[in-house]
């Protein structure tokens, strides 16, 4: 009975609380997780460091808790340094003995950023306590993704090699995260967020060489990267 009478009472309290839909501007860190920051293998790991990240969220409540979000957001992520440098040398020298590398070469080497825009749209649950709000969203969408290049070109004697990366710029993806909104009952608010978000796109490297003006195609290398990142983010919330 004791049970019932809660829930009863906690249906009435959320039902006063007349929910508010908002949309918000966010901005803060893209912080790299799991693979994607690790630095070993250059076909499983990103090498990815840390950037920034811009988001424009909303949420529609046709239900006092329940309603639709959606997303529209920029990330970012440095693509690697000195530690992909060297993993790439190391994988080229290993896996092209047909090239005759002497013990100091001169190399050039750019590796470019991991950037990502995300249009997704899912269920939000968001409880009222007050003039504040907990978030919870599920979304999920297209996330389209440019995959830095990764380019090295090694001089040989006579010889000059070639690697760079692209990879696919249409993906799936999905974020799930929560938020606190500060201010709700008037018409603007504060909005602090944390989503983990996950894509994973397929990368493919193309390798060649060039003697005596002469291209020759290698091997080519295709895998995938998972990218997982935590975005925590501050902004301002429109409430209506």
């Not at 004697?157 to 990366?165: A, H, K, L, M």
Request: aromatic share 14%; hydrophobic share 40%; proline share 4%.
């Amino acid at each position: 009975m004791r049970n019932k009478a809660f829930f009863f009472l906690f249906l009435v309290t959320t039902a006063c609380y007349a929910q508010k839909s908002f949309m918000s501007l966010t901005m803060g860190s893209s912080i790299p997780v799991g693979s994607f920051s690790e630095t070993e293998d250059i076909y499983s790991d990103g090498f990815a460091g840390s950037n920034f990240v811009i988001n424009f969220d909303g949420a529609y409540f046709f239900m006092p808790v329940v309603g639709m979000g959606g997303t529209f957001s920029f990330g970012s992520s440095y693509g690697g340094g000195e530690s992909l440098e060297n993993a790439l040398y190391d994988d080229i020298i290993e896996k092209f003995p047909i090239l005759t590398v002497p013990a100091d070469p001169d190399y050039n080497f750019d590796a470019g950023k991991w950037n990502y825009v995300n249009l997704m749209a899912g269920p939000q649950i968001s409880i009222p306590l007050n003039n504040i709000n907990i978030d919870f969203k599920a979304l999920g969408g297209l996330s389209f993704i440019f995959v830095p290049s990764r380019d090295i070109s090694i001089e040989l004697d006579n010889v000059e090699f070639q690697s760079s990366t692209n990879g696919d710029v249409l993906n799936l993806g999905y974020i799930i995260g929560t938020g606190v909104r500060f201010g709700v009952g008037r018409g603007t608010g504060i909005r602090l967020g944390l989503d983990y978000y996950h894509s994973k796109p397929a990368l493919v490297t193309n390798n060649s060489y060039t003697s005596n003006n002469i291209p020759h195609d290698l091997q080519d290398d295709q895998f995938e990267i998972s990218m997982n990142s935590l975005h925590m983010a501050l902004g301002i919330a429109f409430n209506f």
